[in-house]
């Protein structure tokens, strides 16, 4: 029975990239050697690195326009720190919608002071704030442009002269947007992009350089561009499926086209949701995920059931996270519309036995 792949993270990969991937461990590029086996500075492995570096900033519309591509370790998390650390040298600002905000927040404030513009966790982060005003001086601003837990997600960015940081992990090369209005992006791989164990981060190269305090090398975003992304031992596995998911996106037509599909699996859940009596969807509608979609039964005595349906069609990776509860349908990339198609049959059959 075909799978159907609604895991929020790690998620589900084009098949032609995990065929690719799979040959590449036993032998890579016809070398007699696996890809995990082979020296990280060999000439084909730096060819990996130098083609998935180019081919995000090419994908994202910022050659020629002063930015660097870095495949770093630690995953985003790991990038909340090291933000603020090149970054804040006084204050910066940011924009708290939900857990991962929380915890790029947390890491913050021990290198400077920390300006909540706006929060929804009054509402548990069911929206995305609107109308906050962006105090003068500060080094930047930070966004979560997707939230994975709540549903949510960011449909207009801020105009404003601060540079902006955002978190891209779960919705980067998911749509289209100006990416030359961000100072920096980072995202970690196993969203939309490849396996986890790897992290992107694109930089405006002169948003660095401007803090005071002595950065260490591992965690020197200076460093890692002038070193290529070779300064340490890069995760070797997970930038090539990197690479092959940016070569297959790029044939695909890139964001534009898929930027449509991920519209249409959108419209056609959420259109569920809100006509099917036994759904009821988590996240406000303006604020709606393309991305990942969260619902909940109207009458929880049903669970046992519709879980069953669920298993029966072959539909993996949809329940809700702890805070939220529910549902998740997570709708990234390699999601093929046949996929949501399924999930809706099934929800509308939920309908009929209601």
Known sequence: MKKHNFSAGPCILPQEVLLKASEAIMDFNGSGLSLIEISHRSKDFVEVMENARSLAIELLGLEGKGYSAIFLQGGASMQFLMTAYNLLEKKAGYLNTGTWSEKAIKEAKMFGEIVEVGSSKDENFNYIPKGYSIPEGLDYLHLTSNNT???TQIKKFPNTNVPL??????DIFSRQLDFSQFDLIYAGAQKNMGPAGATLVVIKDDVLGKVSRQIPSMLNYQVHISKDSMFNTPPVFAVYTSMLTLEWLKNAG??????EINEKKAQLIYSEIDLNPVFKGYANKEDRSNMNATFNLTDDKLKDTFDALCKEAGINGINGHRSVG??????YNALSLESVGVLVDVMSEMERKG
């Open 254 to 259: 890139g964001i534009t086209a898929i930027d």
């Open 326 to 331: 529910g549902y998740r349908a997570s709708m």
């Open 149 to 151: 837990i709540f549903g």
């Open 165 to 170: 940081v955002c978190d891209m992990s779960s």
